[in-house]
């Protein structure tokens, strides 16, 4: 099969279980919100993100495109390119390359952004390009936090950060990824989770979605927690709540989710038994210290998930995919559920669309997902869910 039949073959798949996304591709083919307008986008190339890109190019929309360092799909490149749609980049471009792909991106004089980490956004400032910017979208927490910090104040146009809605926080941070990484854990050890101890580090969004599917699946659930409210909540939510210290010589599986760094180290790894096992659901490969892990230890790969690392005291701990996304990784990765991105994407195409017809009703800089965008596709969700039925 060549790139392009299995860009096209598998992407066809995708899209028929996107029904939000089929219903606005439907409708932006009739009001043509992007008409005449170039969209720039900095997003994983998947075939979930072509769906997304469909729906845009439906409404108008002339895409130039790239992906995320590293996890670009190559065949999706060729479907998207027979689209006739512009994108940059492949898997097995260098850190430099992907630079040159979002420069390429930023330098094409897009009217709209659909960023990731707000690397398109700072580099159309620093070139002087914003000004013909009317507005965009942030994906990410990340990209948020730097609108807001390094970026403030420098914005001149819109931009909506759907890390922001709390529509994308239930439905994707606590149910899509909850559901993935047991999935993936699942995939990737083959151990049976019920009977089986874990630790889940930071009950934030995603935390709380990965203890409530351990749980459901028979595992006994621990929960540390820095913040005393979310600590709380984890509590009476029936889990057991401690520091991770506490909980070292306890847990069988430690899982972490706080996007902050180090949060298991040296003090932990001293204290976990033997055959312990490492995961990070978090979105840097930083919440594992797993350089203090692999110091004056032996490691060894049993595949390109599992690692097995020989303490210089003979314990063994076992750290799976290096210590990066867990549900991005290993054999057949497949990421969030399909529905769980039918509605994030939904969330993009309506934020861009609000950009795109009225930007004077947003105001330079970043904002949350406007409260009425939330509302509608929240019907929208549990009309094809079936709630009713
Ligand atoms: P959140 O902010 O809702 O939750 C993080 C929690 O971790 C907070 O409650 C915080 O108090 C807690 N925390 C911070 N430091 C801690 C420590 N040292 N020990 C214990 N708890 C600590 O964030 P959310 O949405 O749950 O995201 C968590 C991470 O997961 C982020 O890195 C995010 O980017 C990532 N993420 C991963 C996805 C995936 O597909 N794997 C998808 C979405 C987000």
Redesign the pocket.
Known sequence: MTDLDSGRARTAWIRSRMPLLANARRTFSETRPFEGRRVGMSLHIEPKTAVLLETLAAGGAEIVATGNHGSTQDDIVAFLRSQGMTVHGRRDDSFDDHLANVAAVADSHPDILLDNGADLAAHVIRSGAASSIIGGTEE???GGLRLRGELAGQVPFPVIVI?DSMLK?IG??RH??GQ??VESIMRITNLMIPGRRFVV????????GIAQYLRAFGGKVAV????EL?AFEGALDGYRVGA?DDLAEWGEVFI?????PG?IGEAVFDRLASGSILVN????PW?IDTEALRRDSESSEIDQAIEVVRRPDGRELVLIAGGR????AGPSPR??SLEAMDLGFLLQSLSLERVATAPESLGAGAHGVPDDIERTIARAFLAALGADR
């Open positions: 990410t927490t990340s890390n926080a994707e941070n899509g990824v993935s990484v580090a930071g009950y934030g969004w995603c935390g709380r540390a927690e820095v913040d979310k991770l972490t989710a706080t996007g902050q949060v659901a978090g979105h840097f919440e996304m867990v549900n991005l990421g969030n």
